[in-house]
């Protein structure tokens, strides 16, 4: 049964509240008991300040905190909810959120679950399955699959050899979450692809691959166009750029290719593949140029209009 403790503009929590607490089992640490801490000495910031919530893809949420601090505010504090979740130096595991709100709220102390490294698990295999895990609190925003692949990349570059599919998914599953099988392969697969291409393949973004096949062409300071195999609307993008670059100069720029999250034994099918890419444009072209000369009148880019969009100004079944 769900119990509120009323929370006024400043209060200290007491560990006699938590009498009817369940202590959670894990298999990285070990709950050692609840205590009354000084929240000024919990490590949950950087150098810089910042909130760093290590288990978490894009960090803490301010939604979600606010969500948090109108619930204390409105309903008290639940007693029958696991804490804030610290190590026993005060790094804080779980409830980054939580922590942020309640030192917002000038509270000189509160109630945490101390607990221990067991032996053979580091902090970072805590961030994993506690940090991950743990988000049973009131207004809690559950882990998302971004969070679990952080955290499985993490865990992969921890490894001394590198962890089969197989290993992946018992990693994932060693951790309370809510996704399917099908889910939890994908996730781990498309970790997997990314970890092998960050082993096997040098990393390049469009700027980088432009760069040096400028070099390797001898065309420093012109124009090179690249493209990858992550999307179709990278491609896209880049046959609009070279029709931009057309109209501007009346030549085309040299278009070269790279790849992105693929490992090195899949390397020469992706390269295969974006040739057929480029190879479909240029008959598409060729296709227009004869279209052109046997109909002068051919316009390629038929554009009729916008749609109505003003509200009581403009019809929508008009364009304009």
Same mark, same amino acid.
């Given at each position: ?6 929370? @006024? ?43 760093? *919530? ?48 309640? /030192? ?29 895990? $743990? ?21 992969? *570059?921890?490894?001394? /050899? ?11 599953? @060693? ?17 997997? *692809? ?19 096949? $400028? ?10 166009? +690249?493209?990858?195999?992550? @999307? ?7 046959? =609009? ?11 085309? $720029? ?15 099918? +992706? ?18 140029? /004869? ?28 364009? =304009?």
């Amino acid at each position: 049964m769900t119990e509120f403790y009323p929370i @006024n503009s400043k209060f200290n929590p007491q560990v006699s509240w938590y009498s009817g607490l369940v202590f959670p089992v894990y298999r990285t640490v070990k709950v050692l008991g609840l205590e009354s801490l000084q929240t000024h000495s919990i490590i949950y910031v950087n150098d810089k300040g910042q909130i760093v *919530n290590l288990a978490r893809f894009t960090g803490t949420d301010n939604v979600n905190r606010a969500g948090i601090q109108s619930s204390l505010q409105t309903n008290g504090l639940c007693v029958t909810e696991v804490p804030p979740i610290v190590l026993k130096d005060g790094r804080l595991i779980d409830g980054y959120t939580r922590q942020s709100v309640i /030192v917002d709220m000038k509270q000189d102390t509160w109630v945490y679950l101390v607990v221990e490294l067991k032996d053979g698990f580091t902090i970072e295999d805590a961030y994993d399955e506690v940090g991950l895990g $743990a988000n049973n609190h009131m207004t809690s925003k559950p882990a998302t699959i971004q969070d679990f692949k952080k955290r499985l990349c993490s865990w992969m *570059n921890r490894q001394d /050899v590198t962890p089969t599919l197989h290993d992946c998914i018992a990693w994932f599953n @060693n951790i309370s979450h809510s996704f399917d099988d099908k889910q939890v392969k994908k996730a781990c697969e498309d970790v997997m *692809n990314k970890h092998l291409t960050s082993v096997t393949m040098e990393s390049f973004n469009a700027k980088t691959a432009a760069g040096l096949a $400028a070099e390797i062409l001898k065309l420093e300071g012109e124009k090179v166009l +690249a493209f990858n195999n992550s @999307n179709t609307t990278y491609f896209e993008r880049v046959v =609009y750029d070279q029709l931009m670059h057309f109209d501007e100069t009346g030549g085309v $720029a040299p278009v070269v290719g790279f790849l992105d999250k693929v490992a090195a034994e899949d390397a020469d099918s +992706a390269r295969k593949a974006l040739r057929k890419k480029a190879a479909k444009v240029n008959r598409a072209f060729a296709k227009l140029i /004869v279209k052109y000369q046997e109909d002068p009148e051919f316009v390629f880019f038929p554009f009729e209009g916008c749609v109505g969009q003003q509200i009581e100004v403009e019809d929508r079944n008009t364009l =304009y």
